[in-house]
């Protein structure tokens, strides 16, 4: 049941990402608030990166990648700010694809059938 409702909750925020593009429209603009993010995490870009990263890693746990319960929040941030300081190639593509890529790539998806 905890999966399907994930699964669900994933679905609504797919459903839902004509609004998030409007505010993430690629990969750049979030690197841009990464970027802010390293330099002053007090910052109000810094808590968009932030809210906006952790938000996809709570929607998406156990659904496309599997976040071990013992990795900060701070983990998190940096994974997903060296994938997009890594891949430059990549930054055109929409924000919640790489942050998904980003954590699927350290944080693999475990018991994919449950």
Known sequence: MKNHRKVIIGIVVLLMTGTIHATFQNGNKLYGFYQDYKKESGSFNAGVYGGYVIGV????????????????????????????????????????????????KVFPLKNPNN
């Open 57 to 104: 890693a709570d929607a998406f746990d156990d659904v496309t990648f599997s976040i071990p319960s013992y990795a900060t929040q701070g983990q998190i941030l940096d994974v997903v700010g060296k994938y997009l300081e890594n891949h430059p190639e990549v930054r055109h593509n929409s924000a919640f694809i790489i942050v998904s890529d980003a954590l699927a």
